[in-house]
């Protein structure tokens, strides 16, 4: 007997659970030496198969170049192997002597990973690695559309770890992917905690499930640039970090807000870098193409060149052009480009001030993206500070490509691909996740001394509340003879 689809993705997915959960309960008692050789190992597999797994990636989804998902499997192997190497993740990682306090690190247990399928094969490398960093075995869910590149570069992230020492089954990946599925995966009793990177409706579901879960939000980046910038380099790295991957990092630019007194200068520093800048005819046509009329980009031009979203639009563009530039007036369903677009396609709006220019980036923010990024370009810290004290987002990146300086490519921020939003888009996350937020911390705490009590006024007969009426009556006695007073002199 055959049995359905739908049931044999339920039953992979339980299987997949169950495995993790016999491989957790090993890997639970490894040593931090035991781990670390995991993780290099992974970092080794990651790096040696960084383009193949971009090819794939690319191949299946149709989405971002070969390059870039170059790049970003390299990032996540290498960079950030080497930022979380030194993190203490097993036994004893903390001792305040002052205050005679033991932090101890023990696994949260099996993670689900939702992966999405704009950056699946960087993101398995990235959750896998913290997740082993830590201790937990993981099992992913990939998107319909990224299914078999995500499958392999779980396969090559378990390949290594198991020929490390770690136990098999500690990295698992759905093959018969269903909602239904991810589902049961999310709510399975065995599994602890839901790393969710997806869309809104899905990151909503695993917030949903009953379980803790790190996701993140949408991001519709401003990139205001001020009139103290250097126009030439703000042009270059609003351009490299908007293209880079074809726009489908979360955190890419998704506007430009420019002071009126720069902005035709920005203007031409941008078409040398390959910006194209949309007619009013041509806007309309572009919105209809990359926006859906319910809400949302649409998913045809997700990750795709130029060149192809004008054909879409039957527009015709320079040959070569890097991304598509749209002036705007306003902020809102009547100018549907104002919302995220995870493509090569920018909003562009003038400004009189800062002060100005501040109102509309937060414009652009409640559209979508509160909680998330901004950038700015901009040599004038005192405005900097303005907007790092008023504006709702957890990254403000300064004088760099939003893109990588979002995942910590190009700024100090850590290495990541899952970008925390707060409580501001209901994330339970502000910062980028690393293997310290897939731990739980146990506490040892000494005796410090009995603290010092001040003197108690005893209390009569009465208490405290007749102690508080008398003074009561006594000022409503001293209150009757002024006024009586004040009566008999008039």
Known sequence: MELDRDL???????????????????????????????????????????????????????????????FKNYFASRTLYDYIKPMKTVGIIREDHDQKLWEIAEPVGVIAGIIPTTNPTSTVIYKAMIALKARNAIVFSPHPSAVRCTNEAAKIMHQAAVAAGAPEGVIGCIMNVSVGATNELM??????????????????????????????????????????????????????????????????????????????????????????????????????????????????????????????????????TKCLIAPLSGVGPQWPLSYEKLTTVLGFYRVADWHEGCDRCFQLLEAGGVGHSLSMHCNNEEIIREFALKKPVNRLLVNTPAAMGGVGATTGLAPSFTLGCGTWAGSSVSENVTPLHLLNIKRVAWHLGIPDRKPVEPMTSGGSNERAQTQVDAQLVQEIIKQVMQHLNK
């Open 8 to 70: 044999c993705s339920l039953q992979e997915a339980r299987n997949l659970v169950r495995a993790a959960r016999k491989a957790q309960e090993a890997l639970m008692n490894f040593t931090q030496e035991q781990v670390d050789k995991i993780i290099d190992m992974m970092r080794e597999a990651g790096e040696a198969n960084a383009a193949r797994l971009a090819m794939m990636a690319v191949s299946e989804t149709g989405m971002g170049n070969y390059n870039d998902k170059c």
């Open 187 to 320: 709510k399975h009793p065995s599994v602890a905690m839901i790393l969710a990177t997806g869309g809104s409706a899905l990151v909503k579901a695993a917030y949903s499930s009953g379980k803790p879960a790190l996701g993140v939000g949408p991001g519709n980046v401003p990139a205001f640039v001020e009139r103290s910038a250097d126009l030439a380099k703000a042009a270059e790295y609003i351009i490299m970090g908007k293209t880079f991957d074809n726009g489908t990092i979360c955190a890419s630019e998704q506007a430009i807000v420019a002071e009126e007194c720069i902005a035709d200068d920005l203007i031409s520093h941008l078409q040398r870098q390959g910006a194209h800048f949309l007619d009013p005819e041509e806007v309309v046509k572009v919105s209809k193409v990359v926006m859906l009329a319910n809400g949302g980009v649409n998913p045809k031009v997700v990750g795709k060149e130029p060149k192809f979203i004008a054909q879409l639009a039957g527009i015709n563009i320079p040959d070569p």
